[in-house]
């Protein structure tokens, strides 16, 4: 997973609520390898008429948000289904974060763990932030994992709360199986010490190991 420190960018405003898993991306295209990318299938019914032509009135359509990182959505943003192909199309796509006053459980699950930073902010701020880049679309927004603050046109800042151990894991960019290895030691210590203690409990104990055991009573 790749670390998120610190990241600017375009920021598009797409306020809609409720913008499901399967308008994010439909599930006629999940049978495509993870290899393949889905960036070009990102909100493709949203963005795309029938017959393939762009909808010029879309956002993402639209000069300078067209080369947007950064997504500022609406409540229950990733709501529905717990396809993890959503997230892969978001990252795939280029965006780093999105920020939104709510966000589907399973989703801004699936997020953290692929490296997609999701931000909860209350939404008079979203309001006020999207007003700001209304006005003035090219300024980018930063985003600092590091100090937890998100700057935008005019002064704009607001803080955001993550949970602890998230933070620590995008920052490394680790997985959880690659954050739970960072205790590998503490982890084999408690384990033969659990089994020293009650050896009934794990047949395949090493001799050595059942003999201390039995030794210690």
């Not at 019914?45 to 359509?61: A, Q, S, T, V, W």
């Not at 089994?195 to 190991?209: E, G, Q, Y």
Request: aromatic share 8%; proline share 7%.
């Amino acid at each position: 997973m790749r670390p998120f420190t610190i990241h600017t960018g375009i920021a598009a405003p797409l306020l809609q609520a409720n913008l499901d898993t399967d308008q994010i991306i439909p599930a006629r295209f999940l049978h495509r390898a993870r290899d393949e990318g889905y960036g070009d299938q990102l909100f493709h019914d949203l963005r795309r008429h029938d017959d393939g032509e762009p909808r010029l009135g879309f956002i993402l359509n639209q000069h300078p948000f067209d080369q947007a990182t950064i997504l500022i959505a609406g409540s229950n943003f990733g709501c529905g289904s717990s396809r993890e192909h959503a997230v892969w199309a978001l990252g795939d796509a280029g965006f780093r974060v999105v920020v939104a006053p709510s966000f589907g459980d399973i989703f801004f699950n699936n997020a953290l763990n692929n490296g997609l930073l999701t931000i909860v902010a209350p939404p008079e701020i979203l309001r006020t932030l999207a007003d700001g880049l209304a006005a003035d679309p090219t300024t980018p927004l930063t985003v600092s994992l590091k100090e937890q603050t998100v700057d935008g046109p005019d002064g704009f800042r607001f803080a955001f709360d993550i949970d602890p151990y998230r933070k620590q894991a995008l920052l490394i960019g680790a997985s959880e199986i690659q954050m739970t290895l960072q205790h590998r030691d503490a982890i084999s210590s408690f384990e033969t010490a659990h089994a020293r203690r009650h050896p009934w409990l794990v047949p395949s104990l090493p001799t050595n190991t059942r003999k201390g055991a039995e030794a210690n009573g």
